[in-house]
């Protein structure tokens, strides 16, 4: 059974920094990849960042990029966000989503419980 446990989120101030990880269980992601997903309340889940998890090739959103970072740590089987220069408007529900097959930047068949980041003064 695939399993996506993550954690770091939590409550920060303005610009602050935050660093998110994901780990994966029950089996691996080559020729697949991990996305980060967010959903703030009262909106839709919304796609942050994306890593292939062999060439770790990533893509971002314009609402991020520039600030989030994406990594992945194959041997441990974890992704990672880096987030930085936090605003208000970041304070979501942070999902981690997994694939291990060829897909979209959406395209996920695995998904966490999520993690709480507020971000306020």
């Known amino acids: 059974q695939v399993r996506l446990v993550e954690s770091g989120g939590g409550l920060v101030q303005p610009g602050d920094s935050l660093r998110l990880s994901c780990a994966a269980s029950?089996?691996?992601?080559?020729?697949?990849?991990m996305g980060w997903f967010r959903q703030a309340a009262g909106k839709e889940r919304e796609f942050v960042a994306h890593?292939?998890?062999?060439?770790?090739?990533?893509y971002y959103a314009d609402s991020v990029k520039g600030r989030f970072s994406v990594s992945r740590d194959n041997a441990k089987n974890m992704v990672y966000l880096q987030m930085n220069s936090l605003k208000p408007e970041d304070t979501a529900v942070y999902y981690c989503?997994?694939?291990?097959?060829?897909?979209?930047?959406?395209?996920?068949?695995?998904w966490g419980q999520g993690t709480q980041v507020t971000v306020s003064s």
């Open positions: 989503a997994a694939r291990g097959r060829p897909g979209g930047l959406y395209d996920f068949d695995y």
């Open positions: 029950g089996r691996t992601f080559g020729g697949g990849a």
């Open positions: 890593i292939t998890w062999t060439l770790a090739i990533t």
